[in-house]
């Protein structure tokens, strides 16, 4: 297959929860750990659960009743319930169903997919990314369930304590789509990396992103990969920032060709569930 040409010279080729959706159970030690021991960089959501931090995407953990399960293949005994009213215990004895998994897995890929365990799946922790390789990025999304609220739980005091005691400043990006978190972060370390994630009509907005550059010092916008056009990547280049889309967990062959079309028109990086094929396939060079 040709490779794609118009690819910057450093580009960040950055594993969607780790090596996860179609290969292993997201945002557990395993899919993080694989990423960053293969070189990639990761991106995956931070959530304050009494007192600790937990690595888990979803707004809740599914009941062993529901009929699917999210990406992380956990679920409660005692019933369907918001992360953010659960225990930490809760979250550390959070079963796993694979079966499940694969079924939903298989269903977002349009092929048949068996997730790799690789060891017994549990919802991960901060300390779970380290060490982080010289070379590889970490991307932490701190998530929130509501965009435009202030929060103020101590989830990003306690990620930027993280870094300021790993002395991770120069691998770890924060990222978020709740911008008065990421406010409240660059308050916290005027030198810690702050990106925000994107989408609909403020997504689309230069302005937007001009707007942030100039208040909280942003280096990088993270739109939908579909909402990612040619005169959106001009823009956010003419501002000095990066610009690195993300993927929704669908189809693989849909989400290769939106890679690919991103790719020619000169994206920084991307957020993808197929690391390993951005690499072979599409870029110039290992980064």
């Known amino acids: 297959m040709t490779l794609i040409s118009n690819i910057p010279s450093v580009f960040r080729n950055i594993a969607h929860r780790g090596i996860s959706v179609y290969e292993s159970p997201e945002n557990t030690r395993h899919a993080l750990r694989t990423a960053l021991d293969q070189g990639f960089d990761v991106e995956t959501d931070v959530q304050w659960v009494g007192g600790e931090t937990f690595l888990y995407h979803d707004d809740y953990i599914p009941g062993p009743d529901d009929p699917k399960l999210n990406g992380g293949g956990f679920y409660l005994p005692a019933g369907k319930k918001l992360v953010y009213d659960c225990s930490p215990d809760e979250l550390r004895k959070a079963l796993f ?34 060490p982080i390789p010289d070379g590889c990025k970490v991307y932490i999304e701190l998530k929130r369930p509501d965009e435009n609220k202030e929060f103020n739980d101590g989830l990003e005091e306690r990620v930027v304590k993280w870094v300021q005691k790993n002395n991770l400043h120069d691998k770890v990006v924060i990222i978020s789509f709740n911008v008065p978190g990421l406010i409240k972060t660059r308050s916290l370390d005027p030198k810690i990396a702050i990106g925000v994630d994107v989408y609909s009509d403020f997504g689309k907005d230069p302005a937007e992103a001009q707007k942030l550059r100039d208040s909280i010092g942003i280096t990088c916008w993270n739109p939908p990969l579909e909402d990612t056009s040619a005169a959106l990547i001009d823009s956010i280049h003419c501002l000095g920032l990066q610009i690195m889309p993300w993927t929704w967990n669908e189809n693989k062959q849909k989400e290769v060709a939106e890679i690919r079309r991103v790719l020619s028109l000169g994206v920084d990086g991307v957020i993808n569930n197929q690391p390993r094929r951005v690499k072979a396939t599409f870029q110039k060079s290992p980064v």
Do not use: C, R, Y
Not at 109 to 125: C, D, Q, R
């Open 97 to 130: 169903n694979k079966a499940k998994l694969d079924g939903l897995l298989s269903a977002q890929a349009g092929e048949s997919v068996s997730s790799n365990l690789g060891e017994e799946p549990k919802i991960a922790t901060l300390d779970d990314l380290l």
